[in-house]
Every structure is written in C-alpha cells, then in structure tokens.
C-alpha cells in the first residue's frame, strides 16, 4: 500500500501578516534584506488530527482521553490524536 499524502494550505493569511511584521521588525533592527520562504508539501513534518479527539463520536474517532469510541481498549497516543495541526511545533502538546 502506498501511503497519499493530501495537502493543502491553510491560514495562509495569517502566516503573511506575520512574515509581514517579522519583515518590518527585523528592517527596524538594522538587517537590510530579509528573506522568507515558505515550507511545501516536500517538508510535511507537523502532520496531526488524522485520528481526531473531539466529544462528538459522529465527528471524532476519539473521545478527550484519547480512547476510540468505538473499540474502548484502544488508545491514540501519538500526533494523531489532535484536533487539527496547530501550524507550530506539536512535540511538547503531543507529550
Ligand atoms: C525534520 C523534522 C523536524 C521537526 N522539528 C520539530 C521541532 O523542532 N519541534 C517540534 O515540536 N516538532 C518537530 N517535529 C515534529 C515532531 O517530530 C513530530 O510531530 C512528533 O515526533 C510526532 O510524534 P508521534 O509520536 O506522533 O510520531 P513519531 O515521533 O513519528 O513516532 C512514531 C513511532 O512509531 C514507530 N512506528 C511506525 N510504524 C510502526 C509499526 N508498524 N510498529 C512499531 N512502531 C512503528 C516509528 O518508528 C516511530 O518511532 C519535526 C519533525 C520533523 C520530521
């Protein structure tokens, strides 16, 4: 089986206003040329929420504690259990 990778990009705009003040910031502090680019599907390393929780077991595999509702001695313990990916760094949230 091949795994298929479905990507698309989300809060972009507020990746913009960010890099737009980051831009302006680091301009301020002296640095006359600052460049930015952002990561694409070859970088997919914050991939989470492919087995969400959620109180709702019509739309989320697992309840909060992170146990499946429909088999109960199973638990996701691993990035797959959040909601969605926070766009930032999940290791701490996922430990
Ligand atoms: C290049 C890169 C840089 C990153 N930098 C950061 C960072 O700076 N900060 C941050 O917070 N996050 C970072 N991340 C993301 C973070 O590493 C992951 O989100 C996190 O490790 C995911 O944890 P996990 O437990 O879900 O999966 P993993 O850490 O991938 O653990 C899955 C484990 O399951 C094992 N496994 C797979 N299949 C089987 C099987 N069939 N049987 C037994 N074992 C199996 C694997 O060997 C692996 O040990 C980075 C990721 C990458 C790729």
Redesign the pocket.
């Known amino acids: 089986k091949e795994i298929v990778m479905q990507w698309r990009r989300s809060n972009m705009q507020s990746l913009e206003s960010l890099t737009k003040v980051m831009r302006e910031n680091l301009r301020a502090c002296g640095y006359p040329i600052v460049l930015s680019r952002p990561f694409d599907k070859r970088?997919?390393?914050?991939?989470?929420g492919t087995v969400k929780m959620g109180n709702d077991p019509a739309t989320s595999p697992l309840d909060p504690f992170c146990r499946a509702y429909d088999h109960r001695n199973l638990f996701v313990?691993?990035?797959?259990f959040l909601p969605t990916s926070a766009a930032?760094?999940?290791?701490?949230?996922?430990a």
Not at 77 to 80: A, C, E, F, I, P
Not at 88 to 94: E, F, G, M, T, Y
């Open positions: 970088t997919p390393s914050h991939q989470c313990v691993d990035g797959g930032v760094n999940p290791a701490l949230s996922i």
